[in-house]
């Protein structure tokens, strides 16, 4: 029996996960469930799963959270301390960090510090701190493995492959809903119209990421990290149907992919369950109903935000820290139509122009990073 910590479990991977444990009662039991805000459905959560401990990081909502479970046996703890806390219990063995965003750092290096298996959705935190998550990762034994579909698909790549280099990798990208769209088209793009991801269904933030590929920008960062990769090993390349979930390419020119339909709970139950394949019944793909994978390179003049990531792995240092500080404000901002599809990029690109620039940076400095960022970037877009 694994007995999981799901951090972030109110939202689209988060609810996917309880899904697969769920479905799995005999191999997963939960014991730490954690949400932002949303009180009614970490309540309803914990009442069927039966953790030991549920933090809800909105101070105001700890009340009604621990009115509705006082006749359970479970703790309620309430604010961004308590996430950490939680993160260091030894009564858990998988962290599925699935919080979005910047938030979720502090309580997944927490993990780390631990030793746990960190079944790893949430990308921000390698794109801030890789460097630091990696190397104590390997001090403590620490397992990071990737729930990202990309990610999941490389890793099931190179299951298999000892110690055989890879050449490189290729990401897949599914293009968004704005594929092939020009300028002249993404200035006048709404927040509702951004929300529909023609292939996968997600929350806000990645969503809106999709659509401008900073998602693919973060996602290369994710994988130079968990993969021990330099910059140029890491190609793009869209990928529209989203089957090819990503390829490995070895020395010897041989090219392995992952295929499958585009299912999140996939790559999740692959992550929690490692290195055992557990039998499910989600719907299969078949290549008879599928005449065309199709290839093509992205559009980088256009959609600039995947050129500044890519600025930002070729740079490292406290780059991608900044550029993905701006990015979490410019897409909030976006989400709320106090700026244009455009103007999402101008906001990153000001900002990663604007922060000094470090070299080597310590954890202290990707905190003071982050926080300039976001002042300059919060600044830029009135809030
Ligand atoms: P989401 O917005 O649906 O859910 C986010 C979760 O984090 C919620 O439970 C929310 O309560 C919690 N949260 C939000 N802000 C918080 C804060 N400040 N402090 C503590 N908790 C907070 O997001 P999602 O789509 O599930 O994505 C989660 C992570 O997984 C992201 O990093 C995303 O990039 C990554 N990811 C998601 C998908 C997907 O299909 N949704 C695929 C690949 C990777
Ligand atoms: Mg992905």
């Known amino acids: 029996m694994k007995r999981i910590a799901i951090f972030g479990s109110t939202g689209s991977i988060g609810t996917q996960a309880l899904d697969v444990v769920r479905a799995n009662p005999e191999r997963f039991s939960v014991e730490v469930l954690t949400a932002h805000s949303n009180s009614d459905l970490l309540i309803k959560q914990a009442l069927e799963f039966k953790p030991n401990v549920v933090v809800v990081v909105e101070e105001a909502k700890y009340s009604v959270v621990k009115e509705a479970l006082q006749k359970e046996d479970i703790k309620v703890f309430a604010g961004e301390e308590a996430l950490e806390q939680a993160a260091g219990m ?7 960090a699935a919080i979005v965003g910047y938030a979720g750092l502090k309580p997944t290096l927490k993990a780390i510090e631990c030793g746990k298996v960190i079944a790893l959705a949430n990308k921000e935190t390698l794109v801030v701190a890789g460097d630091i998550m990696v190397k104590k990762a390997r001090q403590t034994g620490s397992a990071l493995i990737p729930v990202d579909s990309e990610h ?16 490189k990798i290729i990401l897949t990208a599914s293009g968004g809903p704005f594929r092939g769209k020009k300028p002249n088209f993404l200035v006048n793009v709404k927040r509702d119209h951004a929300l529909q991801h023609p292939n996968w269904s997600m929350g806000a933030k990645i969503t809106i990421d999709s659509a401008t590929l900073m998602n693919k920008g973060l996602e290369m960062i994710e994988a130079k990290w968990l993969f021990g990769l330099k910059p140029e090993q890491v190609q793009v390349v869209i990928h529209p149907q989203s089957i090819i979930h990503s390829m490995v390419q070895f020395e010897d020119g041989s090219i392995k992919a992952q295929m499958g339909l585009p299912d999140m709970k996939l790559p999740i139950q692959y992550a929690l369950g490692f290195p055992q394949r557990i039998k499910n019944s989600f719907p299969r793909f078949d290549f008879r109903k599928f005449d065309t994978l199709s290839f093509e390179e992205p559009d980088t003049r256009t959609f600039r935000n995947l050129a500044l990531a890519i600025e930002a792995l070729n740079r490292g240092g406290n780059l991608p820290c900044v ?34 620039f470090i070299q080597e940076p310590t954890l202290e ?11 300059f970037a919060a600044e830029l877009v009135k809030l």
């Open 90 to 96: 030894d009564t858990y063995d998988i962290m599925l």
């Open 152 to 167: 999941s698909a490389i890793f099931q790549c190179l299951v298999g492959e000892m110690r055989n280099p890879i050449e």
């Open 323 to 356: 550029m993905n500080a701006a990015n979490e404000i410019a897409v909030w901002a976006f989400l709320r139509n106090r700026i244009g599809f455009l103007d999402m990029m101008v906001v990153v690109e000001k900002a990663m122009q604007k922060v000094p």
């Open 365 to 375: 400095d990707y905190f003071n990073s982050d926080a300039e960022s976001r002042e």
